[in-house]
């Protein structure tokens, strides 16, 4: 028998029984569109991150308090813990005043900017909102390639004079101001009174986090509204994406005459957040992708199953063939291609659904960003086919071992 033979036979059967195949199928095509629903979900995160962090340029570099190290107790802290005294931090903060000597010292620096960022509490007349809070100093906006859709963003006049002045997100603009124009008008910030200068460029949603949702105040007024003078973060541009390494250097040699020889804190680029957000986020679509393998398991199971009986239903029509001239080879993939189809309709079909449903869900749930990846469709596709040949395999075995004589006398 012929490939396409049995090919026409295999569709004949499982046209023969279509409520019993489609609900075969349905297994293997709930367990495709939650691979490619889930793994898309993971894939529009990652390029998402990528696509933010892409945006800042390719000379940064984020210097941040503290190292990735493990530490243990010393007899020194537990010393002082005997005594009653609180350990000295050993983890020197960042300072605003470290702006001017990393610029002044470090000829690979182009420029560098502090940021602080905190929750706060906005409000507009009545009308209030949690916001995420962000002191800034002067810089901050070409570091950071942000700008003022409408007004000014903050610069070092503002932050030089103390003065209390506020840029603002879409999100805050149309949820405190209803349609009026903010520019010029006040807004608290934890009770701090600040005037807009500005409308920030709208940024959208990043991993579920709303960057419009934003209110950006000079870093020299941070104590009165967010409590905080020392930043978390520095940001710095090098000259030129060669002298990004040089930069680096520079900058650890600065820091660690500053930190009295310590090395108590990092110094990453674009690449460094990027490798180690893609290993994050790689691992956490490997978890969820693996959650839909276990559904085209079960899927493949339930094929299994479904071929069993079908061998057993048909033990009189397998003797009939064998007693023709059918070879085991003949029985064998004539039923492998049974399998094979019902898991290839229901993974073709478990595709659809998934590239709908991830198009629907970038649509309607914008902050949950998805990305259907031709690899993601094309491995569902493969494990269909091969869930489908080893569903198939055994019962397929099974019906090509029978002895024609007993399968003629079967009733």
Not at 163 to 188: F, M, W
Not at 225 to 248: C, F, K, L, Q
Request: aromatic share 4%.
């Amino acid at each position: 028998m012929s490939i396409i033979e049995s090919f026409r036979v295999a569709i004949g059967a499982i046209l023969l029984n279509k409520g019993r195949s489609l609900l075969t199928m349905l297994g293997v095509t709930v367990g495709v569109a939650a691979v490619i629903l889930l793994v898309s979900v993971g894939e529009g995160a990652r390029g998402d991150v990528g696509d933010e962090l892409r945006g800042l340029g390719s000379n940064l570099l984020i210097l941040t308090a503290g190292r990735d190290e493990t530490r243990g107790d010393t007899r020194q802290r537990r010393e002082e813990r005997r005594r009653g005294r609180r350990p000295r931090e050993s983890v020197a903060p960042l300072k605003v005043s470290d702006l001017r000597v990393l610029t002044k010292h470090c000829p690979s620096v182009a420029e560098a900017a502090a940021g602080i960022e905190r929750g706060g509490e906005a409000k507009v007349g009545t009308r209030v909102r949690q916001v995420s809070v962000m002191a800034v100093s002067g810089a901050f906006g070409s570091v950071r390639n942000l700008n003022a859709s409408r007004g000014s963003y903050i610069t070092e006049r503002h932050v030089a004079g103390g003065q209390r002045v506020a840029v603002i997100g879409k999100t805050v603009e149309e949820e405190l101001y209803r349609g009026e124009d903010p520019i010029g008008q006040e807004i608290r910030i934890n009770g701090v009174r600040f005037r807009v200068i500005g409308l920030q460029e709208e940024k959208g949603s990043t991993l579920g986090e709303d960057q419009d949702n934003r209110v950006t105040i000079p870093i020299s007024t941070a104590q009165a509204a967010v409590g905080r003078t020392n930043p978390h973060y520095i940001m710095m541009n090098a000259t030129s994406h060669e002298t990004i390494d040089r930069a680096r250097l520079e900058v650890i040699r600065v820091m660690k005459a500053r930190h009295r020889g310590q090395e108590d804190f990092q110094v990453q680029d674009q690449a460094d957040i990027l490798r180690m957000v893609n290993r994050v986020l790689g691992t956490l679509t490997a978890v969820v992708g693996g959650i839909g393998g276990i559904s085209l398991l079960v899927g493949g199971i339930g094929i299994m199953n479904i071929m069993l009986v079908s061998v057993t239903e048909r033990i009189r029509e397998i003797g009939i063939r064998k007693a023709v001239g059918a070879r085991q080879s003949d029985i064998l993939h004539q039923f492998l291609i049974e399998a094979t189809t019902l898991s290839l309709f229901g993974g073709a079909i478990g595709i659809a659904i998934g590239w709908c449903g991830s198009l629907a869900l970038s649509a309607l749930w914008q902050a949950l960003p998805s990305r259907v990846t031709p690899m993601a469709v094309l491995l569902a596709f493969v494990f269909s086919a091969a869930v489908g040949v080893f569903s198939g395999a055994y019962p397929a075995y099974r019906a090509a071992k029978l002895d024609p004589i007993e399968a003629l006398r079967h009733e």
